[in-house]
C-alpha cells in the first residue's frame, strides 16, 4: 500500500514539475516574442521565472529523485562487505538524512511564515510582484523526501528499481 502510494506522489509530482516547466517555457517564449515583435515584454517575466518556476521545478521532485536512486551516492564499505552491514548503513543515512530534510524544511517553513508575514515583494520594471508564496515551496518538497526517507528506513523497497523505471518511461 504504500509502495502505491509513492509511486502516484512521485507520478504526480512529475508531472506537475513537467507542466511548470512547460508553463515556464511558453511564458519565457512569449516574453522573447512579444519583445522582438512589439516592444512590449511580458511584465514580471524574470522575477516569475526566477522565484516561482525554477523554485517549483527544483523543490518538487526532490521525492522523485529519492525515490529512483538518483541522489548523489557515496560508498562507505566495499562490495564483499556483509549485506547486513550495507543495509545498516544504508537505513543509517536514510534516517540522518530525513532528519536533516526535516530540519531543513522546519527553517524554511519558519522563513516562508516570516515572509508571509511581511507581505514579500519584488519591484519589477511593472510594478509589485508578490513572492511570498514562492517559499513555500521549499517546506513542501523538503518535508515530502523527509518522509519519505523516514519511510524507507523501515520498508527499504520504496524505491523504483532501475529496470521498472525504464519500462515506466
Given at each position: 500500500?504504500a509502495?502505491?502510494?509513492w509511486?502516484?506522489?512521485?507520478t504526480?509530482?512529475?508531472?506537475?514539475?513537467?507542466?511548470i516547466?512547460?508553463?515556464?517555457?511558453?511564458?519565457v517564449?512569449a516574453?522573447v516574442?512579444?519583445?522582438?515583435?512589439?516592444?512590449?515584454?511580458?511584465?514580471?517575466?524574470?522575477?516569475?521565472?526566477s522565484?516561482?518556476?525554477m523554485t517549483?521545478?527544483?523543490?518538487?521532485?526532490?521525492?522523485?529523485?529519492?525515490?529512483?536512486?538518483?541522489?548523489?551516492?557515496?560508498d562507505l564499505?566495499?562490495?564483499?562487505?556483509?549485506?547486513?552491514?550495507?543495509?545498516l548503513s544504508?537505513?543509517f543515512?536514510?534516517?540522518f538524512?530525513?532528519?536533516?530534510?526535516?530540519?531543513?524544511?522546519?527553517?524554511?517553513l519558519?522563513?516562508?511564515?516570516?515572509?508571509y508575514?511581511?507581505?514579500?515583494?519584488?519591484?519589477?520594471?511593472?510594478?509589485?510582484?508578490?513572492?511570498?508564496?514562492?517559499?513555500?515551496?521549499?517546506?513542501v518538497?523538503?518535508?515530502?523526501?523527509?518522509?519519505?526517507?523516514?519511510?524507507?528506513v523501515?520498508?527499504?523497497?520504496?524505491?523504483?528499481a532501475?529496470r521498472?523505471m525504464q519500462?515506466?518511461?
Amino acid at each position: 500500500m504504500a509502495q502505491r502510494f509513492w509511486r502516484k506522489l512521485d507520478t504526480l509530482l512529475i508531472i506537475i514539475a513537467g507542466a511548470i516547466l512547460m508553463a515556464s517555457v511558453l511564458h519565457v517564449t512569449a516574453d522573447v516574442l512579444l519583445k522582438l515583435f512589439f516592444s512590449r515584454p511580458v511584465p514580471g517575466t524574470i522575477v516569475y521565472v526566477s522565484n516561482y518556476y525554477m523554485t517549483m521545478i527544483v523543490f518538487l521532485p526532490l521525492a522523485s529523485a529519492e525515490m529512483r536512486d538518483q541522489h548523489i551516492v557515496v560508498d562507505l564499505w566495499p562490495d564483499r562487505a556483509p549485506a547486513w552491514l550495507s543495509m545498516l548503513s544504508l537505513r543509517f543515512s536514510w534516517a540522518f538524512s530525513s532528519a536533516v530534510y526535516f530540519l531543513m524544511g522546519w527553517n524554511t517553513l519558519k522563513d516562508a511564515m516570516r515572509k508571509y508575514a511581511e507581505g514579500e515583494y519584488t519591484l519589477d520594471q511593472s510594478g509589485l510582484v508578490i513572492t511570498w508564496p514562492s517559499y513555500f515551496v521549499l517546506p513542501v518538497g523538503m518535508g515530502i523526501v523527509a518522509v519519505l526517507l523516514a519511510f524507507k528506513v523501515f520498508n527499504p523497497t520504496l524505491s523504483i528499481a532501475p529496470r521498472e523505471m525504464q519500462t515506466n518511461e
